[in-house]
């Protein structure tokens, strides 16, 4: 009788023993994954500041001033320059 009692707690001890060694092993692997997770996080961070700045940067008027002079040949509007419509029959 002693025996069984002994055999099945060593069983019940083995058996115990490996759910230990399993939990640890997924405790690492998720561990593991968090890291990496908050890495690519801290990095989509980066970039996405990287990505508000250069938005702030082309979006300046003086930016697209530039441009439009440059490429387009475009020219800044004068009063000189200015055409004022009326509808016919209105003064």
């Known amino acids: 009788m002693s025996g069984k009692i002994n055999l099945f707690l060593t069983v019940l001890l083995v058996g115990c023993a490996l759910s230990l060694v399993n939990a640890q092993y997924q405790?690492?692997?998720l561990f593991?994954?968090?890291e990496r997770t908050q890495s690519q996080a801290r990095q989509l961070d980066i970039e996405w500041a990287q990505l508000q700045l250069d938005q702030s940067t082309l979006?300046?008027?003086a930016r697209i001033e530039e441009?439009?002079?440059?490429?387009l040949n475009m020219t800044p509007l004068t009063?000189?320059?200015?055409?004022?419509?009326?509808?016919?029959?209105?003064?």
């Open 27 to 29: 405790a690492r692997h």
């Open 32 to 34: 593991i994954e968090l």
């Open 59 to 61: 979006g300046k008027h």
């Open 67 to 71: 441009i439009a002079r440059r490429e």
């Open 79 to 91: 009063a000189a320059r200015t055409q004022y419509l009326t509808p016919e029959g209105s003064k």
